[in-house]
């Protein structure tokens, strides 16, 4: 039986067992509504708030400014909605990157249809904002600028600090996707002059359906669910206790964890990217060589198919993607390939391989000899890798 190795943490973690362990006495035993004035409410208030303040912590914010959403799409969605309705009477100009995830690029596609405009800054060949451009978009009537931390697909870490300087000195709302960032990366709200922040329990080992958004205090968010007083009448509706629970304990997790974490999926990725680049031609590494989440390896590979690539590696037992969980199932080539200005073909070739603090050296030895076992089978059966060798002859 083939081993089964998992590397597309970027797309979703596996829960940890302290995680669960947390969660499981919240759904029957302080199964109790946090809106109850009995002792059994009481129960799931207070870990409600407890979480709350740990959150806050963990980025330098004050608990009143914490709202917990179902997950980090939803909080994108009300960072921009909101701030848009919100400062309407300002402006209705907004700048983002051509490389966010699309839960804020269709959420800007969505303002435009509704009298906003929206520019969407460029990026270098490695995936790094534009500072220059970024500062240049900014008009009288900008309201807001969202940039993501870190992307999703091929790692890049972004200037944020130096956004947010921006973004301050101008006197507009700076709101970061830091989905992919948060529990891997620290973070300060203040230091980086960050007013909004999105992030996802389950890319950090906690439960799916529950994340946050951080609003700084004073800014005037409209509220994005209304029926109920829950998340001082900003988000209507229950709470999901068990679910804020689990966050509460992947976050402190997280955080015991980070610094050896890092270093051990540092020290994995920069031994990957070397094996591939070494063993594997007319490959390209995707992204910023050293300004890259720790755990994020993509190559985009000549003269092959990115889809046949994940279907036979998932034949291998190995658990990879092409890039975005979101976009699975397009036939389009990744924005972000593009947006760095790789070309359809070679976009088309792209390779995600995200690890985890549980990656082995031995797991991914297995990995490279995959890749080259199947990106040489597959190169034998393209006729435009055959004309390429025959040009080069």
Same mark, same amino acid.
């Given at each position: 039986m083939k081993p089964f190795i998992y590397l597309d943490n970027a797309a979703t973690t596996k829960t940890a067992e302290e995680v669960v362990e947390a969660m499981l006495p919240y759904f029957s035993r302080h199964y109790g509504n946090p809106s109850s004035i009995y002792s059994l409410g009481a129960d799931s208030k207070k870990a409600v708030t407890e979480v709350r303040e740990v959150v806050a912590r963990s980025i330098g914010a004050k608990d009143n400014e914490i709202y917990f959403t179902a997950g980090g799409s939803e909080a994108d969605n009300w960072a921009l909605k909101a701030t848009a309705e919100a400062y309407a009477d300002k402006g209705k100009h907004v700048i983002t990157s051509a490389i966010e995830h699309h839960a804020v690029l269709h959420t800007c596609e969505y303002l435009e249809k509704n009298g906003f405009s929206v520019t969407y800054v460029g990026v270098d060949e490695n995936g790094i904002v534009k500072l220059d451009e970024l500062e240049a978009a900014i008009r009288p009537d900008t309201i807001l600028i969202s940039i993501m931390f870190a992307n999703n697909e091929i790692g890049t870490i972004q200037p944020i600090e130096k956004i947010g300087e921006i973004a301050k000195k101008h006197g507009i709302l700076f709101h970061t996707d830091a989905v992919q960032a948060y529990g891997q990366l620290p973070i300060n709200v203040d230091q980086y002059h960050i007013d909004m922040l999105s992030a996802s !329990?389950?890319? $950090?080992?906690?439960?799916?359906?529950?994340? =946050?958004?951080?609003? #700084?205090?004073?800014? #005037?968010?409209?509220?994005?669910?209304? &029926?109920? %007083?829950?998340?001082?009448?900003?988000?209507? &509706?229950?709470?999901?206790?068990?679910?804020?629970? &689990?966050? !509460?304990?992947?976050?402190?997790?997280?955080?015991?964890?980070?610094?050896?974490?890092?270093?051990?999926?540092?020290?994995? #990725?920069?031994?990957?990217?070397?094996?591939?680049?070494?063993?594997?031609?007319?490959?390209?590494?995707? &992204?910023?060589?050293?300004?890259?989440?720790?755990?994020?390896?993509? =190559?985009? =590979?000549? =003269?092959?198919? %990115?889809?046949?690539?994940?279907? *036979? $590696?998932? *034949?291998? %037992?190995?658990?990879?993607?092409?890039?975005?969980a979101c976009t699975s199932g397009s036939l389009d080539p990744s924005h972000v390939l593009l947006a760095i200005g790789l070309p359809h073909e070679i976009a088309h070739g792209s390779l995600r391989l995200t690890l985890s603090e549980e990656t082995t050296r031995e797991e991914l030895d297995t990995v490279v000899e995959a890749i080259k076992r199947i990106v040489e089978r597959l190169r034998a059966m393209s006729p435009l890798y055959e004309d390429f060798l025959k040009e080069k002859q």
């Amino acid at each position: 039986m083939k081993p089964f190795i998992y590397l597309d943490n970027a797309a979703t973690t596996k829960t940890a067992e302290e995680v669960v362990e947390a969660m499981l006495p919240y759904f029957s035993r302080h199964y109790g509504n946090p809106s109850s004035i009995y002792s059994l409410g009481a129960d799931s208030k207070k870990a409600v708030t407890e979480v709350r303040e740990v959150v806050a912590r963990s980025i330098g914010a004050k608990d009143n400014e914490i709202y917990f959403t179902a997950g980090g799409s939803e909080a994108d969605n009300w960072a921009l909605k909101a701030t848009a309705e919100a400062y309407a009477d300002k402006g209705k100009h907004v700048i983002t990157s051509a490389i966010e995830h699309h839960a804020v690029l269709h959420t800007c596609e969505y303002l435009e249809k509704n009298g906003f405009s929206v520019t969407y800054v460029g990026v270098d060949e490695n995936g790094i904002v534009k500072l220059d451009e970024l500062e240049a978009a900014i008009r009288p009537d900008t309201i807001l600028i969202s940039i993501m931390f870190a992307n999703n697909e091929i790692g890049t870490i972004q200037p944020i600090e130096k956004i947010g300087e921006i973004a301050k000195k101008h006197g507009i709302l700076f709101h970061t996707d830091a989905v992919q960032a948060y529990g891997q990366l620290p973070i300060n709200v203040d230091q980086y002059h960050i007013d909004m922040l999105s992030a996802s !329990g389950h890319k $950090l080992n906690g439960p799916k359906g529950i994340g =946050f958004l951080y609003i #700084r205090k004073g800014i #005037r968010i409209r509220s994005f669910v209304h &029926g109920g %007083g829950q998340e001082r009448a900003r988000r209507a &509706g229950t709470e999901n206790v068990p679910g804020i629970v &689990g966050l !509460g304990a992947a976050v402190r997790r997280a955080l015991r964890i980070m610094e050896e974490k890092t270093e051990k999926e540092t020290a994995l #990725r920069d031994e990957l990217i070397r094996r591939i680049e070494e063993e594997i031609p007319y490959c390209r590494l995707n &992204g910023d060589r050293h300004l890259r989440l720790p755990n994020n390896v993509n =190559f985009s =590979f000549r =003269f092959v198919e %990115g889809e046949s690539l994940l279907i *036979m $590696l998932d *034949m291998e %037992g190995i658990c990879a993607s092409s890039g975005s969980a979101c976009t699975s199932g397009s036939l389009d080539p990744s924005h972000v390939l593009l947006a760095i200005g790789l070309p359809h073909e070679i976009a088309h070739g792209s390779l995600r391989l995200t690890l985890s603090e549980e990656t082995t050296r031995e797991e991914l030895d297995t990995v490279v000899e995959a890749i080259k076992r199947i990106v040489e089978r597959l190169r034998a059966m393209s006729p435009l890798y055959e004309d390429f060798l025959k040009e080069k002859q």
